[in-house]
């Protein structure tokens, strides 16, 4: 049966190739669900690639998932919802 996220031809079991891409913020409770979500992804055959902030890189990589630091989520004191 195909993948509701994978395209191909209609006749084709399997689908084509997409791949998967994860973004989480660096909190844990947006990190660990998005590794969770890409081995889930790769259990189904893609090779999904997880954004998200570098403190969990290594995590993810040990969970088997391809993991990049993205960029920008550093917090600030002049956030608008810093401290809430």
């Known amino acids: 049966m195909a993948h509701p996220y994978r395209v191909g031809d209609p006749g084709d079991a399997g689908g084509g190739f997409v791949g998967g891409l994860a973004v989480a913020g660096p909190d844990p409770g947006h990190s660990f669900p998005a590794i ?5 992804f790769a259990e189904a055959g893609d090779e999904p690639t997880l954004f998200t902030g570098a403190e ?5 990589r040990v969970a088997g998932i391809e993991a990049v630091p993205l960029d920008g989520l550093a917090a600030l004191d002049d956030d608008i919802d810093a401290g809430a």
């Open 36 to 40: 969770a979500l890409c081995q889930r």
């Open 56 to 60: 969990w890189i290594e995590a993810a």
